[in-house]
């Protein structure tokens, strides 16, 4: 039997050395049985081969992607192959998926995959399987990494060792495939960094996937200090609730934390509250910026405009913003009403869904009728935001302030200006 599972392609990305690789297939073939034959591809930079000689397709794609996973799937189905798909849009959309693959997989993959084969091989596979039941994280496999193609990532070794996260925000599908907060004993993490393989400095660098990786602090602070002995250098993604944490902040440096993902969305606070994002308090960014900073730890902002407070001016308001506290770098979206949400039904019902093209559900394009402005304004003061962002003049002024590993994330700001 053999397996293809297809990594379908995002927005262009020149940087490979900046590229980290994805964990999804890895981690799931650890799950297949041994005599299943497993090949990965990776559409960013590597070509589908649509006559190629597989059993199985599965793909599992976020909302944006799911016009792409449509032509793929039918591409393969019009050659005979059952193809199965997952992730967040499958999980939203089981209904639409179902219509375009053989199976649909709701929840967590890694619960139902095994499940999957087994029931392919007996010819006897169902339309919707769904994960009931929870993951033993402490049976978690060590993820296949060498079946992914090295050329394409600058990181190649990533983990995930927590899943899921403790709040609900209103914007995020976080939820959707994990209804709860789970984590990988400690030393079952350390273990699987201990025999990760590759060149000297393909071993001394780490990206965690984890939504929140602080979700459980005990539990981080214990991960942090178990990790420092091992002298790696890592990245990661967590709510901004770590800055207000003294003692988790600098064991996160000491273990190799070089720059994490926060996500700040927005400087106004009843935007916030409006999106269950209480947890983030904007009196409090100034003083846990300038402590992640002194502790050699960048920051990549997340930011959203297109709140229902918003007015004209938050594009400029943000910008000033931004530079004063140096922040390393942003991604800088437009909110996303993602389907089935909660978000997407009251803008649904009052009437201000503008398309379900999906394709456009990706942050770069107002779907919706904003509060306050238009959507075409909204889509150009975001893009006035991007390049006023990464101009020489905010770059220069921005990391001269933070200082915080400029290693990377110089290179980081020049790179798009450098390679498009």
């Not at 199976?103 to 339309?127: A, H, N, S, Y």
């Not at 308090?281 to 959203?304: E, Q, T």
């Amino acid at each position: 039997m053999k397996v293809l599972f297809i990594y379908l392609s995002k927005l262009p990305h020149n940087l490979t050395m900046l590229r980290p690789a994805p964990l999804t297939y890895p981690l799931l073939a650890a799950y297949t049985p041994p005599d299943v034959e497993i090949s990965i591809v990776d559409e960013s930079f590597e070509s589908i081969d649509f006559d190629s000689e597989v059993d199985l397709v599965a793909m599992t794609f976020v909302v944006p992607l799911a016009p792409r996973a449509y032509e793929v799937a039918f591409e393969f189905r019009k050659r005979g192959r059952k193809v199965v798909c997952g992730g967040p849009h499958a999980t939203l959309m089981p209904g639409e998926a179902a219509l375009h693959f053989d199976c649909v997989t709701l929840g967590q993959g890694d619960v139902v995959w095994p499940q999957i084969v087994e029931d392919f091989r007996r010819q006897d596979l169902k339309k919707f399987y769904t994960a009931t039941k929870s993951v033993d994280m402490t049976r978690v496999p060590f993820a296949r990494r060498d079946l992914l193609n090295p050329k394409g990532y600058g990181i190649l070794n990533t983990f995930q060792a927590t899943r899921g996260c403790p709040f609900s925000c209103s914007f995020c599908t976080t939820r959707s495939i994990y209804p709860n907060f789970m984590a990988i004993p400690v030393r079952r993490v350390i273990e699987e960094i201990e025999q990760i393989q590759g060149n000297p400095l393909q071993r001394k660098l780490l990206i965690f996937w984890d939504d929140n990786l602080i979700g459980d602090p005990v539990w981080a602070m214990t991960l942090f200090r178990e990790m420092t002995p091992l002298k790696k250098i890592w990245m990661g993604q967590c709510t901004f609730t770590i800055a207000h944490d003294a003692d988790l902040v600098k064991a996160a440096s000491r273990s190799g934390c070089r720059g994490l993902f926060l996500g700040i969305e927005s400087l106004n606070q009843t935007s916030l509250k409006n999106a269950r994002k209480e947890h983030n308090v904007v009196r409090r960014y100034k003083d846990g910026i300038r402590r992640l900073h002194d502790n050699g730890i960048f920051i990549y902002a997340g930011i959203m405009f297109g709140f229902d407070d918003d007015t004209k001016d938050i594009f400029e308001i943000t910008l000033d913003w931004m530079v004063d506290l140096g922040i390393d770098y942003v991604a800088p979206n437009i909110v996303v009403p993602y389907p089935n949400t909660s978000v997407f039904w009251r803008l649904r019902e009052e009437r201000r869904i503008i398309h379900e093209d999906w394709s456009k559900y990706n942050g770069q394009h107002a779907v919706f009728y904003p509060r306050n402005m238009s959507a075409e304004e909204l889509e150009e003061g975001r893009r006035w935001f991007s390049d006023q962002f990464l101009s020489y003049k905010s770059i220069f002024k921005r990391l001269w302030r933070s200082r915080a590993a400029l290693w990377i994330t110089l290179p980081i700001n020049l790179g798009p200006k450098l390679f498009g």
